[in-house]
T-cell receptor, first 114, second 115 residues
Framework: AQSVTQLDSQVPVFEEAPVELRCNYS??????LFWYVQYPNQGLQLLLK??????LVESINGFEAEFNKSQTSFHLRKPSVHISDTAEYFC????????????FGKGTLLTVNP | KAGVTQTPRYLIKTRGQQVTLSCSPI?????VSWYQQTPGQGLQFLFE???????NKGNFPGRFSGRQFSNSRSEMNVSTLELGDSALYLC??????????????FGQGTRLTVV
């Protein structure tokens, strides 16, 4: 069985500060890894994904995540956050093949303060 | 192209009633998955349909059911509603087969309140 642990339920930061949201996963097979963001009263938006290849993946809005197989981690980072980054962030894992079930972490609420 | 469309956005039902939620996936996507999101349990997988067949199922009681039509649109039904079924129900759309694009795209969700 797969599981995802997001180590921080809430992360408050000041605007323009760096941030790291931590995610560890457990799986006995090769996986795909994702970060999703959810704004209030909205669905989930795909932020970035790791499928294979380069362990560092980037999104168009400045976030990046690094896949670390030995530590089974997929932490999300941003060097300088904006007020508009305030949202809940979910890490998710999926095995390959025909099983399209996503297993999510509990989420991390990122609050960016002025 | 259009994203994942879920209808209705909000729904209020009484205990014991049944409800049907609808999801239209992204054009060309053949896999539709459903998730329940609650503050206490987080995001939990209900089931996944691919080409009108249920391919995967989560650990929910039989009151939760779904189906998929030939145009890939999907419906989810909950019978004999309980207060604990109050949640945001999210639909996710994927190609369902191409390993180069295994990611899922979500709709805005249907907020179900059971009173």
């Amino acid at each position: 069985a797969q599981s995802v642990t997001q180590l921080d339920s809430q992360v408050p930061v000041f605007e323009e500060a760096p941030v790291e949201l931590r995610c560890n996963y457990s799986s006995s097979v090769s996986v795909y890894l994702f970060w999703y963001v959810q704004y209030p009263n909205q669905g989930l938006q795909l932020l970035l994904k790791y499928l294979s290849g380069s362990t560092l993946v980037e999104s168009i809005n400045g976030f990046e995540a690094e896949f670390n197989k030995s530590q089974t981690s997929f932490h999300l980072r941003k060097p300088s956050v904006h007020i508009s980054d305030t949202a809940e962030y979910f890490c998710a894992v999926r095995s390959g093949g025909s099983n399209y079930k996503l297993t999510f972490g509990k989420g991390t609420l990122l609050t960016v303060n002025p | 192209k259009a994203g994942v469309t879920q209808t209705p956005r909000y729904l209020i039902k009484t205990r014991g009633q049944q409800v049907t939620l609808s999801c239209s996936p992204i054009s060309g996507h053949r896999s539709v998955s459903w998730y329940q999101q609650t503050p206490g349990q987080g995001l939990q997988f209900l089931f996944e349909y691919f080409s009108e067949t249920q391919r995967n199922k989560g650990n929910f009681p039989g009151r939760f059911s779904g189906r998929q039509f030939s145009n890939s649109r999907s419906e989810m039904n909950v019978s004999t509603l309980e207060l604990g079924d109050s949640a945001l129900y999210l639909c996710a759309s994927s190609f369902g087969r191409d390993v180069r694009t295994p990611e899922a795209f979500f709709g805005q969700g249907t907020r179900l309140t059971v009173v």
